[in-house]
Structures are given as C-alpha cells and as structure tokens.
C-alpha cells in the first residue's frame, strides 16, 4: 500500500487557514495561481487584513532580492501585528539592512559550510546511535525516534546547552512555532484568547518558559562564561551595536523553534520518501548518487518545510498588472516556487541526481537566507547515508499525519517497519 505524499486537489484552497495544510500541501492551489493569477489577492478568514501571494519561481527570486522594496521588518508571519508587537518579538529575521547585516555577520560565522562540516562526525554519531535504538525496535514512528531527536541534539551541542536539556527545549519549541497544532500545545493559537501573550514570540506562553532559560545563559555570559556560539550573538557589531536582552532572548527562541523544525520535517519526508519508493534505496545503496549534498538538496526542496515569509510594501509598486500598495502584505510563497515546472522539470518527483535544482527552500537569493542551511543539508545528507547503510528495506504501515499549520509543513507522524542488515 502507498501513502503518498499528499496532494490536495483543490485547486480554491483558503491559504489564510491554520487548516489549510492538514491534509498535505495544497500544491492543486498554487499549480492554478501560477498559471492564472501569480500575483493573487487573499482574504483573511479571520477578519485580519488581507494579502498578496507570489507563487511564481522567478518572481519569488526577483523580489525576494528588493529589500528595499519589501520590508522584513514589519514581521514575518501572515498575522497582523502592531508596530508594538513586531518590536517586542523581532529577531534579526525582522530588520532590515543595515541592522540585519551586522548582526548575521557575527552569528554566521558559526553556521558557515566549513564550520558546519567540521560538525560531520558528530553528527554521524548522533544519527548511529538513533537508528541502534529504534532499528532494534523494527517497527515505530521514524518522526519520533529519528527526525524529532537528532536536529535538537546537534544544536545543543553547537549552542553550548546540556544535552539533557534537549527534549524540554524540543518540547516548548513544538509549543511555540507549532502553535496551532493540539498535539504539540495546550495553549492553540486560534482557540483560545492569546492577547495577553501577544508581545511574546509566536504569541505563546512557551516563550515565557524559554525567555527564563536565556535568562539564565545571559546571566552566565555577563559573568564572563563562554556558551557555545551564543557569546557570538552578544558582540558588538562593526558598527558599535549590540545585542540586547530581549533581542537575544527572541533570538534564543528562534534557534531552539526553527533550527528544530525546518530540519526535523525535511528528515521526515526523506523517510517517507525512501518508505514509499523502493527504487530510492535502491539506488542510494548502489552507490549511484554522484553528490550527497545534491541528494539532500533535492529531499529539501521536495520537503519544502517553510512554506512561505511575509513581507511588507515599502512604496506603491505594481506587478503581474496588480497595484501594491504602501503598507500591503506580501507573501513569499517558496513552497510554490519549489513545485515550479518553468523552473525545475518534473517537480513533483524525486530526483536524486537531478542536474539543476535552484530550489528555494531557504530563502536563496535574498538577504534573510536561512542560517542553518548547511547544517541542514549535511544532517539530511548523512541520513540518507545512514539509512542506506543500515536497512535492506522499509515500508510505511499506517497513515501519516500533517502538522496544522500554513506556516511550517510537515508530517509530524510516520509509522514504519524496517528491515535491518
């Protein structure tokens, strides 16, 4: 029996809907707005103001580039939110240049392609005993045993926070970027009355539970205590400025929810993926893959975690014959861009040596693209590599579930059985 990665095939989706992904991605949606109407305009069911969303793969490209034209700094996320808010929960994620660039210059050095690589063997470990442990089980959920722990586990080693810490810290991040999921929070964005945790990152009382933890890392830094590459974050800038307090702790959050996250959704679908089509081990075990890296790219842009990041009209603008205006949101759609056929052939399959793949998972091409990328690649990548090692097969024995939310995509549960060597 196959269990697809699934795809919706209504092609009227309300992309507004914390519900809009739960059956999987809603790619018969974004299939119709490339081709008639890439610069589509979106209500909000929730009363909020609405949106504009671009779809195309060329058009994410070109204006994903005009920071000038499209401001982070007015927030990230679909939601509406009040001068105030933004400058309570913003990261670096929410500024622009130049106070975007003098912070990620001090924290990239840390999640560069060499430094992360010096990270391999660390990471290989982590992978190896994860699959000793749940391998041995022959049967179980490949998110809870495999994608959810190794992520997490290789952060807390480069932030410099106890290992033990790792499931708690995993725990409120689920809370916070998972908000509107009831399998990851108590506290559902959408069900309950969330005003008054609206200047707190994902409006989430988990972010109360993980701003006193940085609470206590700053205390240890102040005193002098190196703490992995969070002392990075806290240095001057070229130009004098520096980190504050609330700014580290918003930034604190962003790492435990989103370097969890992105990368623990891209592992599950590349399990899914090997679950679902013999023909992938197959080849990865007879050493057919001319690049790991390039492999791991192509689960990353099939995965496609982060569906989309809003920006903010700067000026008047028009494109595609639709009139933007100042102060309009406007919705980078990356997900969409990475099922683009003008852009990448035959999108909707999987490709391991696929020779161009400009995929868009990370935000390329703009000045926001995600930190962690190589970090992500080379775990997705050594899995994959892992996995071939160690099975002779393996097949998914019951339906998966679909994380609820229109901000992140995932499946969340993957029951599967393995045959080990």
């Known amino acids: 029996m196959s269990y697809a990665f699934s795809r919706q095939t209504d092609p009227h989706v309300d992309l507004s809907s914390l519900d809009a992904f739960n059956e999987g991605a809603p790619f018969a949606t974004f299939d119709r707005m490339r081709r008639e ?6 209500d909000m069911a929730s009363g909020e103001t609405g949106f504009w969303s671009v779809t195309r793969h060329a058009d994410l490209l070109e204006l994903n580039r005009q920071a000038d034209l499209l ?19 913003k990261t670096f994620q929410e500024t622009d240049a130049p106070h975007h660039r003098g912070f990620r210059a001090l924290v990239s050095k840390a999640f560069s392609k060499s430094t992360v690589a010096q990270f391999e063997d660390q990471i290989r470990k982590i992978v190896t005993e994860l699959l000793d442990v749940a391998l041995a089980e022959g049967e179980f959920d490949a998110v809870d045993r495999i994608a959810r722990r190794l992520p997490m586990q290789m952060l807390a080693q480069i932030m410099g926070v106890p290992q033990e810490d790792g499931p708690w810290l995993v725990e409120k991040g689920d809370a916070l970027i998972s ?27 988990a972010a109360v539970d993980l701003f006193d933890y940085a609470n206590g890392l700053l205390d240890r830094m102040d005193a002098g205590e190196q703490i992995g590459v969070l002392n990075l ?10 980190m504050s307090r609330d700014e580290f702790r918003n930034f604190f959050c962003l790492l435990v929810a989103a370097g969890n996250d992105t990368t623990r959704y891209s592992i599950s679908a590349t399990i899914h ?4 089509d013999p023909a992938l081990l197959g080849q990865l075990q007879r050493g057919e893959i001319a690049s790991w890296e390039a492999a791991a ?17 700067m000026r008047d603008f028009t494109f595609h014959d639709r009139q933007v205006r100042e102060g309009d949101k406007v919705l980078l759609w990356f997900l969409s861009g990475n099922r683009d056929e003008t852009a990448i052939a035959d999108p909707y399959r999987i490709d391991l040596m696929r020779q161009r793949n400009p995929f868009l998972a990370f935000g ?3 000045p926001h693209i995600c930190l962690g990328m190589w970090l992500a690649k080379l775990e997705v990548a050594i899995v994959l590599q892992e996995l071939a090692k160690r099975l002779t097969g393996i097949e998914q024995v019951a339906d998966h579930a679909y994380l609820r939310s229109n901000f992140i995509h995932g499946i969340k549960h993957l029951p599967v059985r393995v045959r080990a060597r």
């Open 179 to 205: 908000n509107a999921d009831p399998d990851y929070t108590n506290f559902v964005v959408d069900q309950l009355d969330s005003d008054a945790y609206r200047m707190l990152p994902f409006r989430s009382p």
């Open 297 to 313: 790219d192509e689960m990353i842009r099939y995965a496609s975690p982060t569906t989309h990041f809003r920006r903010t009209a």
């Open 273 to 276: 993926a090997l679950a679902n």
């Open 233 to 242: 974050c806290r240095e001057p800038t070229s130009s004098g400025a520096q």
């Open 71 to 89: 401001s982070s700094a007015r927030g990230i996320r679909m939601e509406d939110q009040s001068p105030e808010e933004v400058e309570a929960r």
């Open 37 to 42: 109407d890439p610069m589509a305009w979106s």
């Open 364 to 366: 390329q091409g703009g």
